[in-house]
């Protein structure tokens, strides 16, 4: 799904807006408003009720910062996000989850529109003559936003898939295990839906282990007229995201190869053979600017350097390009509501 970014995002990933939506309900809920989720991203207020709406990957995590950022304690916020999805909210790739013949083909279905799910995380599958082995893996996301992304994720994967799945996990209970790297504490209630009694928590990893026989085993919802009719809708979708990407992901891939090092307006409109002007008005038909990319390239940047490089507040300022720190300074600000100072200090941060 394209080249990994300096936080190790791919640069043009981009997924429907409904898993924002959901974040800005618990947010409201915490008492952080909407705006200060989406601050600094080019999502609208109006994007969160179009359902053609697609959010980039880096404006997801952009999100998620603005709110952990806000919350004074934000234990659960992933598992309360995830918990909220439903298959309706996935719409017809979520049809054709229910109508799948088996474990089997839901995972192969799942991985070939991928991008069409909520999932940050990665899932790899590993398969012997008796067993599998299921593991979700995180480690490509940055830092400050791997846990709230894989609470999300698993409890997204548990509420949306036990509805139609659960006769199989039940028959297979007792041959199942699972090794979380979150909290028992937190995770226990949502797992009070699945039954599986072995689950081994706060590891390095998450692991789910299972038969083999039970990736094979038929889901009782299972109508193969319905899934080849929501397959081919699927295709369609999946079509016109990548047409609607356009000219915006191919800026957005130029800004984001060189860590730091951001060609211009120019450079780019040179590398793709048309003159700058045309490159400002296919941008502009895209709904966003290269002064609106070419800040969430730096946002991203810049808390990677502070937060996972290492790099002091004025190292960072130069390597983006500001002249003055106390530019990037206001910049930082705008983008996350919080100074560059504090964020490179996250046990120290507090709401602003």
């Not at 480690?139 to 609470?151: C, K, N, S, T, Y």
């Not at 994720?153 to 139609?164: K, R």
């Not at 390239?297 to 937060?307: E, H, K, T």
């Amino acid at each position: 799904m394209g080249g990994l970014t300096p936080v190790g995002v791919p640069a043009d990933v981009r997924h429907p807006v409904y898993a924002t939506r959901v974040l800005c309900e618990v947010a409201n809920e915490r008492g952080v408003p909407t705006c200060d989720v989406l601050a600094g991203t080019a999502i609208e207020l109006a994007d969160l009720d179009d359902p053609e709406t697609l959010v980039s990957g880096l404006d997801e995590i952009t999100t998620v910062r603005q709110l952990l950022a806000r919350l004074p304690d934000d234990a659960g916020v992933g598992i309360d996000v995830g918990s909220r999805f439903s298959l309706t909210h996935i719409g017809l790739f979520g049809f054709a989850a229910m109508s799948c013949a088996t474990l089997r083909e839901l995972f192969a279905i799942a991985m070939r529109y991928f991008a069409l799910t909520m999932l940050h995380i990665d899932i790899t599958l590993f398969e012997t003559a008796d067993d599998c082995l299921f593991e979700l893996e995180a480690g490509h996301l940055p830092a400050d936003v791997r846990r709230f992304f894989i609470e999300r994720d698993i409890a997204g994967i548990i509420t949306t898939t036990m509805s139609f799945t659960l006769p199989v996990a039940e028959k297979y209970a007792e041959r199942v295990s699972a090794e979380l790297a979150v909290d028992e504490e937190l995770m226990r209630p949502l797992l009070g839906v699945v039954p599986l009694s072995d689950v081994a928590f706060g590891r390095a990893h998450n692991r789910v282990h299972f038969p083999r026989a039970m990736f094979d085993e038929p889901l009782p919802q299972a109508d193969r007229h319905t899934l080849e009719m929501c397959l081919a809708q699927c295709d369609v979708l999946m079509q016109r995201n990548e047409q609607r990407r356009g000219i915006t992901a191919l800026v957005r891939t130029n800004l984001f190869r060189d860590s730091g090092i951001f060609p211009t307006l120019s450079d780019i409109a040179s590398e793709l053979d048309m003159h700058p002007r045309t490159l400002r008005r296919r941008l502009a038909a895209e709904g966003t600017s290269f002064r609106a990319l070419l800040n969430e390239a730096r946002s991203a940047v810049a808390v990677d350097l502070l937060r996972n490089v290492g790099l002091t507040v004025e190292e960072v300022s130069t390597r983006l390009g500001y002249t003055e720190v106390s530019t990037f300074s206001h910049a930082f600000k705008r983008w996350y509501g919080v100074a560059p100072t504090r964020y490179s200090r996250p046990s120290e941060m507090v709401p602003p």
